[in-house]
């Protein structure tokens, strides 16, 4: 039996960070920035205001009270997106709206708020004259140009990931188009002679493909791109062909016919195909577990094989094959997120495996708690779809008790409702 740390390293030896493309920008959310991207503009551009009112010398309104307001003359008025061709003089002020660049002579804006224009609207008095009614610092309520981002400096890094904070400083920049990893392509196969596919009628002694769907969606959720190959069948003739289909993908996924008492198709055709190791996992569940890497026409195609049970394949998914893809992404963070929480369940672990076992998390009292989610099959997807995270049981504890501290690997942050 070999550690799941062991697993993961031998398989991660064998896959590598793809290679860039250039995409328009909305397409690559969560994706990794395959170059730096340095400004070639200042952010804002100019000089401009972050209040709508007015423009002015800070000379011009030094001393204004609500009792003693300075009455300046209003010369224009400039809206976000034009630059006033009127320059700011002592004694004079230019109406500006937010983002409006700062007019010449200016060095201060002041709110409408600070202003007596209400009061002049609501008189039916001339706008033409304002009236400042509070001394204000000067400088203020002006955003600098530059002041986000400066020309020439680098704003994002190779190796960040995507998100929309990043994708709207690329679009801020004006960047169209940027370098990212790619998407791994990954080839999802399900095998067994019971297996029917979905939207078919199920003929005695069938069950339906459901594996096939919950890896591809896997895939997905960790930014690869599933592609279903179908079902093989325990024929190796079928399996050889199926498999084959899968040989232009930058990683293939096969379900089933791993376990000791199968009919070792899949090892002896994936043994054909390219250099396979069988390992006996030290976990539950998932046990059994296949790695490979098929070769064709130069290509180099690693290969999952996962156990059939429902349970068994979503956890070695989330065990090997969510990091394979992080790592085709180019992430660097690849282990799943985890927390400590105090469980709520005893669990036996009998056999010093390290047990994932379904458990719903929720927080209470400062402290995260963690309860199973009831019975443990392997075969019992339900179980899955009633939990929030993986209690993690190590190797070397045989029992936990209700109370103790337990490691809890989150699939996703929702809590019990
Ligand atoms: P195997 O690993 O092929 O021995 O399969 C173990 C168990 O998982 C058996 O009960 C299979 O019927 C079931 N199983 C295998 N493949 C799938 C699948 N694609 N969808 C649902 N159940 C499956
Ligand atoms: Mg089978």
Redesign the pocket.
Known sequence: MILVEQALEKILSNVSVLEPERKPILETLGQVLAEDVRSDINIPPLDNSAMDGYAVQWESIRGATTSQPKALKVIGEVAAGYISDREVTPGTAIRIMTGAPVPAGADTVIQFEDTDEEIRKAAAKSLDEIGILREVAKGSNIRRGGEDITRGSLVLARGVVLRPQEIGILASLGRANVLVIRRPAVAVL???D??VDVGEPLPPGK??????YTIASQVRRYGGIPHILG?ATDESQDLVEKITLGMDSDLLIT?????M??YDIVKDVLAELGAISFWTVRMKPGK?LAFGVLTRNGRRVPHLGF????VS?MIAFEQFARPAILKMLGKNNLAKPTISAISESRIENRDGRRVFARAIVRKGDGQYFARLTGPQGS?ILTSMSRANALLVVPENVATVEVGDEVSVQMLDWREED
């Open positions: 399900a095998t067994g019971e297996l069950i339906y493909n459901s594996n096939a079902i379900s089933g016919g791993v376990s008492g199968d059994p156990p059939g049970n429902p394949s075969g």
